[in-house]
């Protein structure tokens, strides 16, 4: 190599090392100073960006519930690869995003990308926020860093197992499933659907949860909002589709779920979508809420081919109660084996015996319900398990849960899966079935992916594989040396 060659090589090794260390430094510049947009006040832009918080779901994954301060992180979100504890995203120096600059924020939120060059994941849905407008992150910083108060705390670090703690290889995933575009409007909608567009595949983040992920865990857009596990919860279809989806929702049903998470005779939020209501979706403008309805409406329709109606279509009011006065005493052995005495005993003083539910809806009836008439009843179940909790202005609804951390009688894997069984039977879709296992499946965070079963054989692949390129490597070198 020439005395010319060797010095570029070297220029160039000390320009990329020098760039790397610019990266990786990144998070102790300081954040610079917010610009006013032209003819704008900062009390405006600051309630925009907190209005786009609030859309954006950011205190449900960001606030440690019951008590937590505001964005400081700490929460741990029950992913199928390990928990994965939230980032302090308060303006602290020391513990949060406070030397974040604009362009760090919004490579964070669009890219999964930290201020100082290691990668987030996916649990935070930097993929569905790619489709952010420069305004719109602009406005999110203002916010952040001139409303939100610091706090001092630095949330549990995240451990995953092996090789998911190695955040580097988020950079091929990237390379792989992320589109880092903006949204671009749609010429030939109406500006109402294409706001609920850019709402609900961007800041709302619909997909994230309705839309079923493949082998690696990124979303299978052939499949968008047709419906996903979501730990031991199922997050419905909702597309357009009149039977498997919401297609045969009226307009003012789906406005009246959006913003109080029931709607009689059809469906009431549990899990992540009572997190979704009571954080987010019940604040949003009136308008932003049609602007939702116009874009579901506008979905593709995904048909499940077993459907034969739609899940609220199935049940009717019905009674074993009379049948069942007197039949079994409370200390006789195994009183409470069957489906019917459960309900009688756990069920019924709620939902009425008839499965009827309350007069004011504020117990809903088991029958015209989805939890019970969908084909998967993992709602049913998780239900029963983990209870329901959703504040809605100031009415509060609650169900018990049933699980080991009951404050009444926990239930067993064999009892739920009895209960379950009786109220389909009785109320939803008798094709439906539960069993212990399923019951035992749900209480564990639900059903693993692909990639999570099979994590414990990736280390000794992965060695064998590296073994078998150092056999190769030395087979050619030993090769090399014995040629002439």
Known sequence: MGRNQLLQRCRLVAVTVGLLLAAGTGQAQQAEPVPLPSGGTRAALIEQGRYLAVVGDCMACHTVPKGGAPFAGGYGIASPLGLIYSTNITPSKTSGIGNYTEQQFSRALREGVRADGSHLYPAMPYTSYTLLSDDDVHALYTYFMQAV???????????????????????????LFLDNRRFVADGSQKQEINRGTYLAEGLAHCSACHTPRNALMAEDKKQALGGAALGPWYAPNITSD??????????????????????????????????????SLQYLHDDDVTALVAYLRNTKPIRTATDVKAAHDFGQARSMEASLRGARGPNERHSLDSGAVLYSAYCASCHQASGRGSDNGNYPSLFHNTATGSANPANLVAT????????????????PRFDSMSYLNPLSNDQIAAISNYVLQQYGNPEAKVTAHDVAVAREGGPKPLLAKTQPYMIPVIGIAVLIILLLIAGLLRRRRRRP
């Open 242 to 279: 009149k039977v498997s989806g919401i297609g045969d929702w009226s307009d003012n049903d789906l406005r009246t779920y959006l913003k109080t998470g029931h709607v009689r005779g059809k469906s009431q939020a549990a899990g992540g979508m009572a997190e979704a209501i009571e954080n």
């Open 149 to 175: 108060k610091p706090v001092e705390v630095a949330p549990p670090a995240t451990h995953l197992p092996f090789p998911f703690n190695i955040r580097a290889s988020m950079a091929a995933w990237n390379l």
């Open 384 to 399: 029963i398990l983990y209870g329901v909790e959703r504040k809605v202005g100031d009415k509060e609804v609650m169900m």
